[in-house]
């Protein structure tokens, strides 16, 4: 005899005797609990147990949130609770931040995780999906039985949300997004429009685009939200800006658990800053220790008078990696310039039915730095062996001021010359910071052209908490790196702005600076910037592949730091 409590299992689903799904949400809680807990166990890094919970965990419960008719509320109530808290807890996040940050997208300056109410909602219009373009008629009938009566359930308001109603909303805007795509858009003419290629799968097309639907909706309602947090949705301001290097090597490997809680919870603002800890009602006063000014995150890392050496230092620190690229790209110049300038690239025909192998490699832009050989380099890094910095003059043989740019790169034979200039504001004040030195070497540029130089400046800025707008790109581009060493030099430029403005935040409240040494030299080689990384990624691939074994292990001791006390922070942004 089948008792009611009973569950039996058919084809992957669990099927209980009553028909309802109180027992199966018992079994797939247990289930996701146990998970989480033998993951927080681990003695990982928390970065580490986050990329489990991606991978693995999102994998595990995949199945049973699709083939089960799990209400949504049931997930946000009881899951979605468990993930906020343990990623929480793994990255030290402080406790009145909103959790958005782990789920907005990337552009969004997010981690882009896995949201389980939003993944439940995907699998289950994905199963919709499937039932409703089924080749066997008897299941497409079903399904439409199924769906007049979700709709049914929806327009009487006794239900907020079901699949089938989410799936023809998502397939709408599918076929709307369908029609314009063929449209003729920019200044271009008729014909010019890059044409895709024809997936060969139309059904897998049309899932992945219903897919990406319901990923847009999910990122708006996100965005929406975090409009009216005046502190931790600031990030909204900051459309010229460039999302950082969010992979999961960067973010494991590169970066210490410290610098990553840092630039989590300094990205959403909610470092334990003097005037957050009063916002907090954890103390009394809410200035800063070395000045007596409102101690915001934006004042202790940007606009501290007593600060101001530590500002310098951050400054010449990211001015340095500056440096050894913009040599690594005059010499390159110079030497194009030596042989004559680049090969005019022949056009190779091809007989018809022979078949020749391309070489794609990546060709570097056209520069300004291969009309000359004779290129010379000065930067204000003028340091003594003791650190303390020397000042650097403007050369005299090509103009005679007072005025010192960051960088200065110069041809006396072509009469070219170009100069650089770095600013590391806060990211709200980066366009402001952008105008301010546009226009404090105007007056230099028209005497240097009164005496018939040619000259090209170049303004860039990098956030001091490691983001970068469009002028960065444009510099290397400017000087003709490849895109990947773009690339890697605006991760080193960043990830050295973002590890000093760390060291100014913890020393926050020790009024005596002593100079330290320019960082950014252990980041110009690659090989250099992490210890041993392949063997530590075997290390993590291997306990992270029995994270669901049986066994007791040892929780992870935490270090000591600064941001300790905000586990028992009030839970309100």
Known sequence: MWEVDEIAKYLGTFIQADLHTDRIKVCLSQKFMNMMTQIDARPLTGMMKVWIYEHMVKAKMSWDLMVHDISITWVKEELQPTVDRMLKKWTSLAKPSSTNIFYRSKRHFGLHLTHMVNFTKKVQVLRELLLKHSNDPKVAAINRAKEERHHREVEELRARWRPSKALAQAESAVFVQGILEGSQTGLQGLGFRRIKKINSDPQHLHRQRVMQQLEIEAETKRFAEEADHTVQGSWQKWQSLAAQDMGWSRMIYRLSPEAMRFLLNSTMDTCPTPANLRRWQLSTSGTCLLCGQHGTLAHQLNSC?????????????????????????????????????????????????????????????????????????????????????????????????????????????????????????????????????QARYEQLEAGLKLRGWRVTRLEFEVGSRGYVNDTVPRLWKTLGLTKREATSAKNKMSDTALLCSYVIFSARKTPDWRQQHLMGLHFLREDESVQSPHSLKGDFKAVAGAAFTTGSHPTQRQSPGEFEQQRCLPNHS
């Open 305 to 437: 008078k007593p600060s101001f050496p530590r500002y310098l230092w951050r400054h010449d620190s990211i001015l340095q990696i500056v440096a050894q690229f913009v040599r690594i790209a005059v010499n390159r110049g110079a030497a194009v310039h030596k042989r004559g300038g680049r090969p005019t690239k022949q056009v190779q025909f091809v007989r018809a039915g022979e078949f020749i192998k391309c070489n794609k490699a990546e060709r570097r832009p056209d520069t300004i730095l291969e009309e000359a050989r004779d290129w010379q380099l000065l930067f204000d890094l003028n340091y003594d062996n003791t650190g303390c910095k020397r000042p650097t003059f403007f050369p005299a043989d090509v103009f005679a001021t007072r005025q010192i740019p960051d960088g200065v790169i110069w041809s006396p034979e072509k009469k070219i010359i170009i100069i650089l200039e770095l600013g590391v504001p806060w990211e709200e004040n980066i366009v402001e910071s952008h105008i301010r030195k």
